[in-house]
């Protein structure tokens, strides 16, 4: 089957370091996405992993372990416009999407 | 400024009636998802086009849904007849092929659709 799990809320302070987990299932795997969706607005991409490893663009960096089916998304300097949905994505046969992790940032 | 469009960006309709989603992928995009997304279930894939043709549209109650590519610039998803519990926002999303690459899906802005 396939499955993607993530918790469903975070808080985090504004400055400080988060890091947003994974887990996944998918059959044919083949790559895992992060998007980020603001209230209101449609998913745009972040990262794209296919190798184990880290990935680092800017702030926001993306692990993969594929014998664990385990990935983070690891955000830095957190700003309050990084307030959002974090959505983990397995791609398989098919791309399935988590149900979104909520990231609150306060001041 | 390449992106996906999506029509309308909101519907309000009655129980019953039908619905037609639009959506114009990325030119030289040939593979279009659609996605349902609802606070509940979060974000469900409906159907997933390659070169026009239907891969995958298992996700997809296939009793009143119905998606079609006519050709290569338009995508729709179609709701006969339409229920309340269909509510939600869809999204249309194109990309390329994988295989190695990254192959991120460009989404829509969605069509929020209410079924009073």
């Known amino acids: 089957g396939q499955n993607i799990d993530q918790p469903t809320e975070m808080t985090a302070t504004e400055g400080a370091i988060v890091q947003i987990n994974c887990t996944y299932q998918t059959s044919g795997f083949n790559g895992l996405f992060w998007y980020q969706q603001h209230a209101g607005e449609a998913p745009t991409f972040l990262s794209y992993?296919?190798?184990?490893g880290l990935e680092e663009k800017g702030r926001f960096s993306s692990f993969l372990s594929r014998s664990k089916g385990y990935s983070y998304l690891l955000l830095k300097e957190l700003q309050m416009k990084d307030s959002a949905s974090y959505l983990c994505a397995g791609r398989g046969f098919k791309t399935i999407f988590g149900a979104g992790t909520r990231l609150f940032v306060k001041a | 400024d390449a992106r996906v469009t999506q029509t309308p960006r909101h519907k309000v309709t009655e129980m019953g009636q039908e619905v037609t989603m639009r959506c114009q992928p990325i030119l030289g995009h040939n593979t279009v998802f659609w996605y349902r997304q609802t606070m509940m279930q979060g974000l469900e894939l409906l159907a997933y086009?390659?070169?026009?043709?239907?891969?995958?549209d298992s996700g997809m109650p296939k009793d009143r849904f119905s998606a079609e590519m006519p050709d290569a610039t338009l995508a729709t998803l179609k709701i006969q007849p339409s229920e309340p519990r269909d509510s939600a926002v869809y999204f249309c999303a194109s990309g390329l092929p994988e295989i190695g690459a990254n192959t991120e899906a460009f989404f829509g802005q969605g069509t929020r659709l209410t079924v009073v």
């Open positions: 086009f390659r070169n026009r043709a239907p891969l995958d």
């Open positions: 992993n296919v190798l184990d």
